[in-house]
């Protein structure tokens, strides 16, 4: 029999299949981390410079906010969500976007007794169970803002040029913003009419699918990538063509505020977004450098929602950006930052390099250093893969500074060492 000192991997019942991350999540690993922070920390600043507070609400909430509020007709209520019942026998849903959840919240605290808009913005995770592909996650992040309590058209200017500037202000390059306007909930209705009308018309030129989703979403036929029902579409009356009254005054408003701001726009009458609490103004913004999933952030006026889910009649609009898309299209991540100091530690100093990160951490300066064991040389590979400026030597008791720029070494007060470098 084989003795063997260590006991095995087994022994400890830890072998086994790799678990891997579910289908459709990614994990954002350090080097992703630039971007996706830039994204963040650009958004909050601009945010909060136009008087948008932060709202976290909960990462799950009752199934039928996103039923009733999301709409029963869209692909995200029918396919996409992930659904539960919790122990208690609760329908339970990962939420899938944060227009509902916020209005909910909104209502939930009683927020129409706060200066009208209430403006608030939000970041974090989201999910759909759609199927995976480039920049198509099944969980993802967005940053969202929602100005709730007015209906002027100013509030759909400020919204949009808040989201451009972000955009702009991240460097992303060739963003095309598309506008539309789906009228009141009245005129969008008597529209829905008037194109079932004509879908029915040319039903036998249309795909099964669309054929089937007349009554429940005619909109989506807008959509289709089919040869036949591309040919109906062409023929169809345009929602933004019968407007009139006072959604076309909105709609013209808002336009003339965005020229006014500089920031380019082209008029879309065929967009449909995916969520059907939209009146007034829908956009998106597109970068044509991700391919397929080319929509970066998308949002619109949802007068209707807050009365729907139970509140008060409250005119509202917002936006979302899907961050990982984003970081896609902002192609290199920005650099990690680098530590300022790498201590480099002969065998019988390592104890005292680790006190000295420490202590230099304390003192606000960023420093790393080796932990597993690795040769001088290693060491200085290491420095200098890191990026700090400067290393500090230690061997043999004494403590040497070098400047990883010039190379330049002179030797330095052991004990001072940390002061000295936490007074550059
Ligand atoms: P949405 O257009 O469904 O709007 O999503 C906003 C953005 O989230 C999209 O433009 C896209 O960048 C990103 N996104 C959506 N699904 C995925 C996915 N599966 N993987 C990666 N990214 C994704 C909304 O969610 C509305 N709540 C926006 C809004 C706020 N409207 C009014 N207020």
Same mark, same amino acid.
């Given at each position: ?5 260590? @006991? ?9 299949? =790799? %678990?891997?991350?579910? !289908? ?17 920390? %650009? ?24 039923? +009733? ?23 339970? *849903? ?18 129409? =007794?706060? @200066? ?8 974090? @995770? ?14 993802? *992040? ?18 949009? &040029? ?30 829905? /009419? !008037?194109?079932?009308?004509?879908? +029915? ?21 807008? /959509?289709?990538?089919?040869?036949? *029902? ?16 006072? /959604? ?5 408003? &808002?336009?003339?505020? $965005? /020229? !006014?701001?500089?920031? @380019? ?48 009649? *409250? ?27 790498? %201590? ?5 100093? +390592? ?69 000295? $470098?936490? !007074?550059?």
């Amino acid at each position: 029999m084989r003795l063997s000192a260590k @006991p095995s991997a087994d022994t400890l019942g830890l072998m086994g299949e =790799k %678990i891997k991350a579910p !289908r459709g999540t990614f994990d954002a690993l350090p080097d992703s981390q630039g971007a996706r922070q830039a994204i963040g920390d %650009i958004s909050r600043e601009l945010l909060e410079s136009a008087g948008y507070g932060r709202i976290e609400t909960p990462d799950f909430e009752q199934t039928d906010l996103f039923t +009733r509020g999301v709409g029963e007709s869209t692909e995200v209520v029918q396919k996409q969500m992930f659904t539960f019942t919790d122990q208690g026998g609760r329908s339970l *849903t990962l939420r899938p976007e944060g227009t509902a959840p916020v209005c909910r919240a909104y209502i939930e605290h009683g927020m129409q =007794k706060w @200066p009208q808009p209430v403006k608030l913005w939000y970041s974090g @995770p989201f999910f759909r169970h759609e199927r995976p592909q480039a920049g198509r996650f099944r969980q993802f *992040t967005q940053v969202g803002a929602e100005s709730i309590g007015s209906d002027s058209p100013l509030v759909d200017a400020e919204l949009v &040029v808040l989201v451009w500037d972000i955009l702009s202000e991240l460097g992303v390059q060739g963003i095309e913003l598309r506008l539309g306007s789906l009228g009141s909930i009245a005129a969008r209705a008597a529209y829905l /009419d !008037r194109l079932r009308a004509h879908l +029915r018309k040319h039903e036998d030129a249309l795909s099964a699918e669309v054929r089937e989703r007349i009554d429940l979403n005619p909109l989506r036929a807008f /959509d289709a990538a089919d040869e036949g *029902t591309r040919e109906v579409m062409a023929g169809a009356p345009r929602l933004l063509e019968s407007l009139e009254g006072e /959604d076309v005054e909105h709609f013209e408003s &808002v336009r003339a505020l $965005l /020229d !006014r701001s500089g920031v @380019p726009y082209e008029v879309d009458d065929t967009m449909v977004r995916g969520l059907d609490y939209y009146t007034r103004t829908v956009f998106e913004l597109h970068s044509p450098a991700l391919g397929a999933q080319s929509q970066v952030g998308g949002g619109g006026r949802y007068d209707g929602l807050i009365g729907h889910l139970g509140g008060p009649p *409250t005119p509202a609009a917002g936006w979302a950006l899907g961050v990982e898309r984003l970081a896609l299209a902002m192609g290199q991540a920005a650099p990690e930052p680098a530590v300022d100091v790498f %201590i480099v530690a002969g065998e019988e100093d +390592r104890e005292r390099a680790l006190q000295l990160a420490i202590e230099l951490r304390r003192a606000g300066v960023a420093a790393d250093l080796d932990l597993a064991g690795r040769s001088n040389k290693g060491q200085m590979k290491q420095a200098d893969r890191s990026g700090a400026a400067q290393a500090v030597i230690l061997e043999d008791g004494r403590a040497t500074l070098r400047d990883m720029g010039s190379g330049e070494q002179r030797e330095v007060d052991m004990a001072a060492v940390a002061q000295e $470098l936490g !007074r550059r």
